[in-house]
């Protein structure tokens, strides 16, 4: 059958199902289009203040009385974080504004330029942006901050699926960073970790018992959600009570209009655009079927909250793990679990399954062991063994685990 004539053509849907005018004010010209409906300039920047406002967290619910309440915005200077940090200043920060509802405001950027060959250092346009304005602190900190070698680190050896321990020959944290994401078998495991280290950045400076908010929009919500359960984080689809996402119901279309007529300079995203990494796929099919579709990312972003995790209520489980390498909640025996569910080749079988020793995979969540092992679809020079440092938390909580597990044996000095 052929489709020329054109009756036989599908209708495409208008583009949007009233006039030409706000349906909002219904008086001034429409001058943008939010899913099917028609803005003007000022309704629409009433729009998104209503759903950030919305968002944002009673401060009871997080300060007791005699805390301050502090107010911690991760700020990547990207679209998302950008369209935030304005928000948050023109809500809190604004003339006239009777007591402040949050204060002190910090913004947190973590510098990524070591990570990639040939980006420049931004801090020093972050430095303008935030200092654009009133009553908000920048707090800056770098990807390599989070290897202080200063305490040796410890390194993981890749060539095995337990991850037994090695030692880290870096010098400098720069280095160290170099080589940890040199070691990782895949373009997805090295934007994993970059975003790893960065969460874990911000989520170590600032004050444990503020919420941190974070510029995902709705877009990019519902990118990481689908590339998240992909590499098998799952596990953690709801965040941790501290991290808040005012702008979850706020489409990235509308973040760069809003952008645009605010003036702000977000900052180009930083190193390749990764798309020969899960991240990159699963961003470039959710963008373009949400342009014909464009409740797409809404409906994965609503279908996602209602998923919740199993967390482990067994008395066998143990008490809850934390990863040693992400901090986020993880489930137990990660390597019990993928020999039921994965199909694996070993190098190396059996006996050695049953040795103990130091391995570290155990210790791991799923996504960040998978982030690990997994093989790159061409191999580099494959029998070079992948020594991996890792980030300076990692090694003290590994020391701590391994400590505990030795207690018993070891007699106290004074005996
Ligand atoms: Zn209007
Ligand atoms: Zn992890």
Redesign the pocket.
Known sequence: MSCEKPEDVMPRKPRHDRGKTCHKCKTQPGQLIVRHFVYCKDCFFAHVHSKFRRQMPAREAYCQPEQEPSLSVAFSGGLGASVLLDLVARTYRREGARKPVWSPITAYYVETCAAYDGVPDAVEHVKEVVNGYRGIELVVLRLEDAFDTQTPLLALSLADERLPLSSSSSATPTDALRAHLAALPTPTARLQAISNLTYALVLRAAPSHAPILFGTHLTALAVSLISGVAHGAGYNLTPPARIVRPLCEISAKECAAYAHWRALRPLRSRGPPGMDSVLGITRDFIVRLDRDFPSTVSAVARTCAKVVPKRDSSSSAGAPLT?A??E?P?QHGVLEWKTRTAIRSFSSDSEQDKTEGTAVAEE??Y??HTMLTSRARVRGPSDVEQVLPVPSWTSSTIRARMRESVKDFILDDED
């Open positions: 990863c390498l992400c986020r993880a791991l969540c996504a960040c």
